[in-house]
């Protein structure tokens, strides 16, 4: 029997512009569980903006998004927050703080009365820093921390949210190889354990290629191709969208998209699926 339930994350003819341009034209597309979304594109082509308005941080100029089924802005903002998490690509710490009680601010949608963390919400934070190898640095103050540190932080913050939809925008930035792959082993355990999803916009195609189960390559002009990670980011439609010739080199059974000379790049002229032009 089919499952019923709505995706975790859907949007519906979503059209995004910035200015004249258009970077994003009628998306249609869910996001279920059990789904990591990688969000690729050029600079500029539309990624944090697509994220913000999968999060409701940014009006759409067509089109609509639903969170389980239900409308964006039918949704309680304390509500949205406990299925719904965030990690925006720009990261401020404007004040001293130990890096436990950071991660643990991320608990206040699940807080009641007085608003006081609990056991669960202790546990919780010391979870999500296990799970990205920082139980360490729990005593730590953010402020002394290295820009990869910090990142690795607000990772394990959007984890201990607790939400089942995660949303990370660029949450690669900053990491040397030996913690990108460890965030993202981190993250496929993280959507494996429950009825879970991430989608996170990254610009290592190779591991958005090894880690991800399905890709949503943006070309900034408004077209888009969506669907199955090798079938989306190949090396055909990634030298479109980058305007850079790539090739796919195979090693047994290792894969890896890799420059090309540019004599041997031609621009498909035709449209793809999904919209892409």
Not at 48 to 59: C, F, K, M, Q
Not at 60 to 77: N, T
Not at 146 to 156: I, K, Y
Not at 231 to 241: I, M, Q
Request: aromatic share 6%; glycine share 10%; proline share 5%.
């Amino acid at each position: 029997m089919s499952d019923a339930r709505p995706p975790l994350l859907a949007a519906h003819a979503l059209t995004l512009r910035a200015g004249a341009r258009t970077l994003v034209e009628s998306l249609t597309q869910g996001f279920a569980a059990g789904e990591v979304w990688c969000v690729a594109g050029a600079n500029g082509a539309g990624k944090t903006t697509l994220i913000g308005a999968l999060a409701g941080l940014r009006a759409p100029a067509a089109g609509r998004v639903e969170v389980e089924g239900v409308a964006l802005a039918q949704w309680p903002p304390v509500r949205l927050a406990q299925r719904r998490a965030l990690m925006p690509q720009d990261l401020r710490d404007a004040f001293s703080a130990s890096v436990l009680d950071t991660v643990l601010l991320s608990r206040y949608p699940h807080l009641s009365g007085w608003g006081w963390e609990g056991n669960a919400d202790r546990a919780a934070a010391h979870a999500a820093l296990a799970a990205l190898g920082l139980e360490a640095f729990a005593a730590r103050d953010v402020l002394s921390l290295s820009g990869g540190e910090r990142q690795r932080v607000a990772l394990a913050a959007a984890l201990c949210q607790g939400a089942p939809l995660l949303l990370l925008d660029e949450p690669l930035a900053h990491l040397d190889l030996h913690h990108q792959i460890a965030c993202l082993e981190a993250l496929a355990r993280w959507v494996r354990s429950e009825a879970r999803a991430v989608l996170f916009s990254c610009h290592d195609l190779n591991l958005a290629r090894r880690f991800s189960t399905h890709a949503l390559l943006l070309d900034g002009r408004g077209g888009f191709h969506a669907g199955p990670v090798r079938e989306v980011l190949t090396a055909g439609r990634a030298s479109a969208a980058f305007g850079h010739p790539l090739v796919l080199i195979r090693e047994g059974a290792h894969e890896a998209l890799v420059p090309a000379l540019a004599s041997t790049f031609s621009t498909p002229h035709s449209p793809g699926p999904n919209g892409a032009r």
